[in-house]
C-alpha cells in the first residue's frame, strides 16, 4: 500500500534512523556533552586570566572572562541542541562545516554586545575573534573524536555480545544431544526437562535482548546447570547461595554470568578424573552486588583458555557501567575464582519483607 502524502514510510524512517547512526555529530543535549564543555570553558577562562599580564584583581578578572566564555559556550550548546535534529539529517558537509561556526558567530556578538556596554576592549576584537575560531575548531574536534571513539567502543561490545551469542561449543550441544538421547531410553521424563532446559538457552543465546534482571541471568545460568549435571553426573557438585530479595531484579548486560560458568565448566570440572564443585555467591553490598564464581581445578593442568570469555565480559561492563563495574579473575589454592561487582540500583526492602538465601545443594 503506497503511504498518501505528506505521511512517513516506513523506508523514511529506516533512512532516518540509518542517518542517525552514522552521523558524526555528538549528542549536544546531552549531560556528558555539556559537562565536557563547561570542563573547557573553566579551563580556558583560567588560562586566559593566568596568561593576561598586568591582573590586578584577579578574581574579578576570571569572574569576567568566565562569564563571557560560559555565556558564548551554553548559548552555542543551547543552538546546537535545537539545531541537532534538523543537522543529523542534512549532508555530511552541512554536519562537520556549520557546528564550529555557531560558537564563532556567537563569540562575535557577544563580543559586540559587551563593547556596546563598554565591557570589552574593542581592540580586542579581532584576537578575541581569532582564539574563538581555533578553539572553535578544537573543541568541536574533540567532541566528535570522542563520539567516534564511544560509537567505537559500543560497537565492538555489541560484536562481542553477537559472538558470545553464536559460539554455544559444538561439543557442548553434541554432548547434551547425546545425553538426551541416551535418557529417552532411561529416563523419557529426565529427557523431557533436558530438552526444555537447552531450549530455554538457545532461546535467551539468541532473542537478541541486550539487557535483563540478574534473576533472570541465574535462571539461564540454572538450566545450563541442570543440563551439565545431567551430563557429568555425580562428578559435579554446586554450590549455590544468594538471597531472594529485590537485588536479584537488579537489570545488568544478558549473557554475563554464564560465560564465567561455562568457563569453569570447561576448565576446571570437565577435564577432572574425580568430582569437581562450582560455587555460585552473591552478596548484597550498600552500594554494589558481588558476584563470586569459585570453581575446583583438574588434577592435571587443563590447557589454558585463551581469555576471550572474560575480556568480553568486561568490556560489556565498562560499556554499561563504566567504571563502577569490575571483574577480577585469579587462581585460589587448588581453585579458580573470578569476583564480579555491578553497581546497585534498586533500594532495600524491609527485611520483614526478605526471603531467606538459597541453600547448598
Known amino acids: 500500500m503506497r503511504p498518501e502524502p505528506g505521511s512517513s514510510s516506513g523506508n523514511e524512517r529506516v533512512d532516518e534512523g540509518r542517518a542517525d547512526r552514522v552521523s558524526p555529530l555528538p549528542d549536544f543535549c546531552g549531560a556528558e556533552t555539556l559537562l565536557r564543555v563547561l570542563m573547557l570553558a573553566v579551563l580556558l577562562a583560567l588560562a586566559i586570566t593566568l596568561l593576561r599580564p598586568g591582573t590586578g584583581d584577579w578574581l574579578g578578572t576570571l569572574a569576567l572572562y568566565a562569564l563571557f566564555i560560559f555565556w558564548v559556550a551554553l548559548t552555542s550548546l543551547l ?24 560558537p564563532i558567530v556567537n563569540t562575535a556578538l557577544v563580543q559586540h554586545a559587551a563593547e556596546s556596554v563598554q565591557l570589552a ?31 567505537e567502543t559500543g560497537a565492538v561490545a555489541r560484536a562481542r555480545e553477537q559472538a558470545m551469542r553464536a559460539r554455544l561449543r559444538p561439543h557442548f550441544l553434541y554432548n547434551s544431544m547425546n545425553t538426551i538421547a541416551g535418557l529417552c531410553r532411561t529416563d523419557p521424563a529426565r529427557a523431557e526437562e533436558v530438552t526444555l532446559d537447552l531450549a530455554d538457552l ?12 540478574l534473576r533472570e541471568e541465574l535462571e539461564l545460568v540454572e538450566g545450563y546447570l541442570r543440563v551439565e549435571q545431567t551430563r557429568l553426573g555425580d562428578r559435579f557438585r554446586i554450590e549455590r547461595e544468594w538471597p531472594e530479595d529485590p537485588s536479584l531484579e537488579q537489570e545488568m548486560p544478558s549473557l554475563v554470568l554464564l560465560p564465567l560458568v561455562e568457563n569453569a565448566i570447561q576448565h576446571g570440572i570437565a577435564p577432572a578424573r574425580g568430582r569437581g564443585h562450582l560455587g555460585i555467591r552473591i552478596h548484597r553490598g550498600r552500594d554494589t552486588l558481588s558476584v563470586e564464581i569459585r570453581n575446583s581445578l583438574p588434577e592435571v ?21 563504566g567504571d563502577r563495574a569490575s571483574l577480577h579473575a585469579q587462581r585460589d589454592g587448588d581453585e579458580f575464582v573470578v569476583r564480579l561487582q555491578i553497581p546497585r540500583t534498586l533500594p532495600d526492602r524491609p527485611d520483614s519483607e526478605r526471603g531467606r538465601g538459597r541453600g547448598k545443594h
Open 121 to 151: 576592549d574593542p581592540e580586542l576584537r579581532l584576537p578575541v575573534l581569532g582564539i574563538a575560531v581555533i578553539l572553535s575548531l578544537v573543541a568541536m574536534h574533540y567532541l566528535y573524536l570522542q563520539t567516534a571513539w564511544e560509537r
Open 301 to 321: 593442568a587443563a590447557p589454558a583458555g585463551t581469555g576471550t570469555a572474560s575480556d568480553a565480559v568486561r568490556l560489556r561492563l565498562r560499556h554499561a557501567f
Open 79 to 102: 543552538i546546537l541542541c535545537l539545531l541537532q535534529r534538523l543537522l543529523r539529517r542534512g549532508p555530511l558537509t552541512l554536519q562537520i562545516v556549520l557546528p564550529p561556526l555557531v
Open 202 to 213: 538457545f532461546r535467551a543465546a539468541f532473542n537478541g535482548a541486550d539487557h535483563h534482571s
